[in-house]
């Protein structure tokens, strides 16, 4: 079945940085496009960024546009965000999602279980 | 303030039938599909309707979705208790993003 596990959240301070992943599982990774999407504390859903199957097509939600880099290692079966210069707003927990097929405008079809992100000073 | 304008609550007595709307403009809803989530209480959102109108395996048939113009529906009908969840309408827009209703609260009564 499909598994999508995220790690590496936690406190930081603002200005720092932080890198989550997402270890996949249960289907073939390399086929599927991938996003993050965040939810801040008792807010809606907030979507971040996204990556095809292949990584040509990369597109941000305006805000993390030049902090945030979305990336993938299909050897891995792993997806990551890097996230720079964090701001408190950012905080949430991030849901690392796949796609129901190879690019960016498919529907969400799998969520992982998140990962909480605090940037506080 | 979010793109897609939903209503931040709505409820029904048990059996009964509710809709949610999805208000989009030309950029997103008028030329894409709508998707739908359910949040559950302290979980991850699920897939329940998407291309508008479709329902993944396993979603029961209570669950409809509609898409007209510049704004779409979902339809719960014979409301049962553990429908009572967060429900978020998301599509993808020509400014090359996803973009998500603020989302409605049911309420089961």
């Known amino acids: 079945q499909v598994k999508l596990v995220e790690s590496g959240g936690g406190v930081v301070l603002p200005g720092t940085s932080l890198r989550l992943s997402c270890a996949a599982s249960?289907?073939?990774?390399?086929?599927?496009?991938l996003n993050w999407v965040r939810q801040a504390p008792g807010k809606g859903l907030d979507w971040v960024a996204v990556t095809s199957y292949d990584g040509t097509n990369i597109y941000y939600k305006d805000s993390v546009q030049g902090r945030f880099k979305i990336s993938r290692d299909d050897s891995k079966n792993t997806l990551y965000l890097q996230m720079n210069r964090l701001r408190p707003d950012d905080t949430a927990v991030y849901y690392c999602?796949?796609?129901?097929?190879?690019?960016?405008?498919?529907?969400?079809?799998?969520w992982g279980q998140g990962t909480m992100v605090t940037v506080s000073s | 303030q979010s793109v897609l304008t939903q209503p931040p609550s709505a409820s029904g007595t048990p059996g009964q039938g509710i809709s949610i709307s999805c208000s989009g403009s030309s950029s997103n809803i008028g030329t894409s599909s709508v998707n739908w989530y359910q949040q559950l209480p302290g979980t991850a959102p699920k897939l329940l309707i998407y291309?508008?109108?479709l329902r993944p395996s396993g979603v029961p048939d209570r669950f409809s979705g509609s898409r007209s113009g510049t704004s779409a529906s979902l339809a719960i009908s014979g409301l049962q208790s553990e429908d009572e969840a967060d429900y978020y309408c998301?599509?993808?827009?020509?400014?090359?993003?996803?973009?998500f209703g603020g989302g409605t609260k049911v309420t089961v009564l």
């Open positions: 249960g289907f073939t990774f390399n086929t599927y496009a």
């Open positions: 999602v796949r796609s129901s097929g190879s690019y960016e405008d498919d529907a969400f079809d799998f």
């Open positions: 998301a599509v993808w827009d020509d400014s090359l993003k996803w973009v």
């Open positions: 291309s508008d109108h």
